[in-house]
T-cell receptor
Framework: LAKTTQPISMDSYEGQEVNITCSHNNIATNDYITWYQQFPSQGPRFIIQ???TKVTNEVASLFIPADRKSSTLSLPRVSLSDTAVYYCLVGDSRGSNTGKLIFGQGTTLQVKP | NAGVTQTPKFQVLKTGQSMTLQCAQD?????MYWYRQDPGMGLRLIYY???????DKGEVPNGYNVSRLNKREFSLRLESAAPSQTSVYFC?????????????FGPGTRLTVT
């Protein structure tokens, strides 16, 4: 399983764009990159998933360079409610590999007014 | 559509007691999972079930057993609770959904073992 490295914590201010980078040097060919968000006292919530290039949804964008050894989650114009822990996961969740996803410590994002 | 539900929400056990955590999902997902999360830590996978009738060990299976009762339900049993099992337990389910393999999580069970 590919190990991921991401910053332990980040601070931002309301209205700013936040970029959280995750390193995954040993990513395998079949691995996808997935990001989850977790608020205190709640279970994680899926944000976005990608394999290569750029993926965008109503919540965030995910940028993946050609070598796929890193990825960047971009949150546009954050608000106080975006204060949470963000987890980067790398793994192949398809078929018989379902479940083999490892959550690290994540990045605690603190958004200030 | 309730998503993933877990019971109980809170539980206090004495060392050596047993209990079963219940989990159910109404999204017709094939795969289900049990995680534990210790304070300030990420989630660690205990057991998972890729499909009805199959279960596999995750990172930290010792001290736990699971049962995939049917497609909807996946229970986690602690046969002889220990203080080291004090944690928040999350159940999740997943299936291919449009363009992504995302896991949906329940609200968690907060377990304290004294």
């Amino acid at each position: 399983l590919a190990k991921t490295t991401q910053p332990i914590s980040m601070d931002s201010y309301e209205g700013q764009e936040v970029n959280i980078t995750c390193s995954h040097n040993n990513i395998a060919t079949n691995d996808y990159i997935t990001w989850y968000q977790q608020f205190p006292s709640q279970g994680p919530r899926f944000i976005i998933q990608g394999y290569k290039t750029k993926v965008t949804n109503e919540v965030a964008s995910l940028f993946i360079p050609a070598d796929r050894k890193s990825s960047t989650l971009s949150l546009p114009r954050v608000s106080l409610s975006d204060t949470a822990v963000y987890y980067c996961l790398v793994g192949d969740s398809r078929g018989s590999n379902t479940g083999k996803l490892i959550f690290g410590q994540g990045t605690t994002l603190q958004v200030k007014p | 559509n309730a998503g993933v539900t877990q019971t109980p929400k809170f539980q206090v056990l004495k060392t050596g007691q047993s209990m079963t955590l219940q989990c159910a999902q109404d999204m017709n997902h094939n795969s289900m999972y049990w995680y534990r999360q210790d304070p300030g830590m990420g989630l660690r996978l205990i057991y998972y079930s890729a499909s009805e009738g199959t279960t596999d060990k995750g990172e930290v299976p010792n001290g736990y057993n699971v049962s995939r009762l049917n497609k909807r339900e996946f229970s986690l049993r602690l046969e002889s609770a220990a203080p080291s099992q004090t944690s928040v337990y999350f159940c999740a389910s997943s299936d291919y959904s449009g363009s992504a393999y995302e896991q949906y999580f329940g609200p968690g069970t907060r377990l304290t073992v004294t």
